[in-house]
């Protein structure tokens, strides 16, 4: 028996349960929580709520929250890039040390040392994560990680580069492709039957 699994996966995704589902549409429960499991419905369905889903505008207080919590965070990153400054200048003027231990004979010693390649990546990622919280603290870093691109006035989006290879045979003009090659044939010799043509010889 064909049961109607399409408007029951519509239901699922406005968040109806299983159980509503089964007995509205005549399907068995333990059928359709298979189904729900197999093609993982639930993926699915978060996936399209969040395309289709309406806009929902918050309340004044959410956005007063949400905007102190933006100018905790901008403010805790400006000290953060303040100290990030103080290093990249003593890392430039050549003073930057780095506090490393290791131990001996059951002790543990502390000295200070030129930054290395790792010191310098490690500060890197600092500045990486200080610019990371500036953007985020601004409402420029988007979910996914990246960062929003320019929307200013005027500023059309940038259409992405595609690139089409095609075979050479397709890739020629068309008066090219259309062109008809001609095969000359040779004059007939003497010993020749008067109604025998010479193809020209194969190469």
């Not at 953060?80 to 131990?103: C, P, S």
């Not at 390649?117 to 610019?131: H, K, M």
């Not at 420029?140 to 992405?160: E, F, I, L, R």
Request: glycine fraction near 6%; hydrophobic fraction near 40%; charged fraction near 25%.
């Amino acid at each position: 028996m064909a049961y109607y699994y399409t408007p029951a996966f519509v239901a699922f995704c406005q968040g109806v349960p299983a159980e509503e589902i089964s007995e509205e549409f005549k399907i068995p429960l333990k059928s359709l929580l298979a189904k729900i499991r197999q093609e993982g419905w639930r993926g699915l369905a978060n996936r399209l709520v969040g395309r289709v889903a309406p806009d929902v505008t918050p309340n004044d207080e959410a956005l007063a929250k949400l905007e102190a919590n933006r100018a905790n965070n901008f403010e805790a990153a400006g000290k953060m890039r303040e100290h990030l400054f103080e290093m990249i200048a003593a890392l430039n003027a050549g003073t930057l040390r780095i506090k490393k231990q290791f131990q001996h004979q059951g002790k543990i010693v502390e000295y200070e040392a030129e930054p290395s390649i790792l010191d310098r990546l490690n500060l890197a990622t600092y500045a990486r994560t200080v610019t990371d919280m500036t953007y985020r603290a601004l409402g420029d870093h988007v979910a996914n990680g990246g960062y929003k691109a320019d929307a200013s006035p005027g500023t059309p989006p940038t259409a992405p580069s595609v690139t089409i290879v095609l075979p050479a045979a397709i890739a020629k003009p068309r008066q090219e492709r259309e062109a008809v090659v001609e095969c000359p044939t040779a004059e007939p010799s003497a010993g020749a039957p008067p109604d025998t043509k010479l193809l020209p010889p194969v190469t």
